[in-house]
């Protein structure tokens, strides 16, 4: 029922600073929290950030105040600004829904591949 697409991600330097976008499509009315996750080579995905239909947003304490997510009010576009980037933020950026279609279905994108050189 819902759809996820990423984009924004790249090769930036160490400082530097990016942002993701996500463009969820279907139906949108289902979801009722949408967040970004990350996944670096051979490590487990994580958190990153979430923000509630109302705006409430919760972040991973280490990425706090470099991190902020957001959304357009249309609530069908939610967004990742990245600042003061360094390599260890280079990982593969998802996405994600969480929705009451089908048992809370939670839905991914695709992912968008940031890499940050030193």
């Known amino acids: 029922q819902v759809q996820l697409v990423e984009s924004g991600g790249g090769l930036v330097q160490a400082g530097g600073s990016l942002r993701l976008s996500c463009v969820a499509s279907?139906?949108?009315?289902?979801?009722?929290?949408m967040g970004w996750y990350r996944q670096a080579p051979g490590k487990q995905r994580e958190l990153v950030a979430t923000?509630?239909?109302?705006?409430?947003?919760n972040y991973r304490d280490s990425e706090k105040g470099r991190f902020t997510i957001s959304r357009r009010n249309a609530r069908n576009t939610v967004y990742l600004q990245m600042n003061s980037l360094n390599p260890d933020d280079t990982a593969v950026y998802y996405c994600?829904?969480?929705?009451?279609?089908?048992?809370?279905?939670?839905?991914w994108g695709q992912g968008t591949l940031v890499t940050v050189s030193s």
């Open positions: 994600n829904a969480k929705t009451t279609v089908n048992r809370y279905l939670e839905v």
């Open positions: 279907g139906s949108i009315s289902s979801i009722y929290l």
């Open positions: 923000i509630t239909n109302g705006g409430s947003t």
